[in-house]
């Protein structure tokens, strides 16, 4: 998969992609991120990318011409499924969006907002998905790019080392993970519970669906309620 991030502050994103699991990708050639500046773009002698909103109040916007340039000249050389723009007013992301989109696209391009965001009609014409990291607003759309692409990017198959680790992330199976241990057997008077030492592996199974059940419930009763929409014959066992 090849992501292409368009930003007007590229140094925001030298780091996410060089480390750990990321790095690995890229050197197993599984994944390429490439960050572009939105500013080698710019049609004027000054690299202005912004300017004046129309109407009062509002602050400045990105102008459509640097982003649409950017874009075009990407989109020559080589297809893309899906332009997504990072914006506080997107779809919330979730691990559904980011199964769809390692699964489905093998091109994407990313443009990060800034300032008061981008003129409309690039939003209108271009962009074909935009989503936010949550309900809350960010200086600009590099670190919401850099977390899409994290959680899509661990997703391609041969980038986690373990094949199965994904599949028991939180979220996979619409619930919570349950928790885990690690040596030593007793910390700070602490025990590890006796059932992950019994090499029971389908009593360990259930124990481990047991304590996510318990952990959503506690923690996310909201995805507890669209997993009992989604599972009807568990509702049954609770009553
Ligand atoms: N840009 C600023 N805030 C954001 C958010 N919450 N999600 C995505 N992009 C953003």
């Avoid at 992501?3 to 590229?10: E, F, G, K, L, R």
Wanted: net charge negative; hydrophobic share 35%; aromatic share 6%.
């Amino acid at each position: 998969m090849r992501i292409d991030i368009i930003s007007c502050v590229p140094k925001l994103l030298d780091s996410p992609f060089s480390h750990s699991i990321l790095q690995r990708a890229n050197n197993k050639a599984l994944s390429e991120v490439h960050v572009h500046d939105l500013r080698k773009y710019a049609n004027n002698k000054h690299n202005r990318i912004d300017d004046y909103a129309y109407g009062h109040g509002a602050g400045m916007v990105i102008m459509a011409d640097p982003i649409f340039n950017c874009i075009n000249d990407l989109k020559k050389e080589r297809d893309y499924q899906e332009v997504i723009y990072m914006t506080p007013d997107g779809e919330v992301f979730n691990q559904q969006i980011a199964n769809h989109l390692s699964i489905s696209c093998e091109n994407i391009i990313i443009l990060c907002g800034h300032y008061k965001g981008i003129d409309q009609r690039v939003r209108d014409e271009i962009i074909t998905r935009e989503i936010s990291i949550g309900d809350y607003v960010l200086s600009g759309g590099e670190l919401a790019a850099a977390i899409v692409a994290d959680a899509v990017i661990r997703l391609l198959p041969g980038v986690l080392g373990d094949e199965t680790s994904a599949l028991t992330d939180s979220f996979q199976d619409g619930l919570l993970a349950p928790p885990v241990y690690t040596r030593p057997k007793e910390w700070k008077g602490q025990e590890v519970p006796d059932i992950l030492l019994s090499g029971h592996e389908s009593k360990i199974d259930e124990w481990r669906l047991e304590e996510s059940v318990k952990r959503t419930q506690k923690r996310r009763p909201d995805l507890w309620d669209s997993y009992l929409k989604a599972h009807p014959e568990v509702k049954e066992t609770k009553q």
